[in-house]
């Protein structure tokens, strides 16, 4: 079955330091991969996707995710964090078949200090 | 110009009580799908509709139906609320099925007493 793993259910940085929010897959065939933020008491936010190409996928507000097939893996990354950026953070693959269904990591915690 | 919208935004009720929630996409996407977030933040399918029609249908009590009037609207609908049924919901739609983001409304937090 496709699954994904968020290894930390939390991350602390500072302002001004690069991030890395971490995520492994496990899927069969190629993986439809997909980084969402949830801000407190708001929906979830698309960040971005990889589908297929250029294994650096950039995004919304700076963050960029980089896919490594041979370590079934997809971080998300960010240069230079902000307080702003302290979140929920969530990575999703798409399951088989053709229904769109996403299956979602277990979201990790961004905190983000000046 | 709200793209995925919910109502309501709270509700509280009490056991046994029935309840829907409603959610309307003005993107022109023709899927739709509804989740749930526990108090622990884990995010699950419930439904989807593509079309009007039910393409993901998971594990869920059958106390619990959605309705898809139109491509813009699915609704969902709970009977017999129960303390378990406490989380919020989260309406999102989709420009079809394959490689396309899913965006989400801002969530029905449900709290049964």
């Known amino acids: 079955a496709q699954s994904v793993a968020q290894p930390e259910d939390q991350v602390n940085v500072a302002e001004g330091n690069p991030l890395t929010v971490k995520c492994t897959y496990s899927?069969?065939?190629?993986?439809?991969l997909f980084w969402y933020v949830q801000y407190p008491n708001r929906g979830l936010q698309f960040l971005l996707k990889?589908?297929?190409?250029?294994?650096l996928v950039k995004g919304s507000y700076g963050f960029e995710a980089e896919f490594n097939k041979s370590q079934t893996s997809f971080h998300l990354k960010k240069p230079s964090a902000l307080v702003s950026d302290s979140a929920l953070y969530f990575c999703?693959?798409?399951?088989?078949?053709?229904?769109?269904?996403?299956?979602f990591g277990q979201g990790t915690t961004l905190q983000v200090k000046p | 110009d709200t793209a995925v919208s919910q109502t309501p935004k709270y509700l509280v009720t009490q056991m046994g009580n029935d309840k829907s929630i409603k959610c309307e996409q003005n993107?022109?996407?023709?899927?739709m799908y509804w989740y749930k977030q526990d108090s622990k933040k884990f995010l699950k399918i419930m439904f989807s509709?593509?079309?009007?029609?039910?393409?993901i249908n998971e594990t869920v009590p059958n106390r619990f139906s959605p309705k898809s009037p139109d491509k813009a609207h699915l609704n969902l609908h709970i009977n017999s609320l129960e303390l378990g049924d406490s989380a919020v919901y989260f309406c999102?739609?989709?420009?079809?099925?394959?490689?396309?983001?899913?965006?989400f409304g801002p969530g029905t937090r449900l709290t049964v007493t």
């Open positions: 993107l022109g996407h023709d899927t």
């Open positions: 509709y593509n079309n009007k029609e039910l393409i």
């Open positions: 999102a739609s989709s420009l079809g099925r394959a490689a396309y983001e899913q965006y």
């Open positions: 899927v069969s065939g190629n993986p439809y």
């Open positions: 990889y589908i297929t190409g250029d294994n």
């Open positions: 999703a693959v798409r399951d088989r078949g053709n229904t769109g269904k996403l299956i």
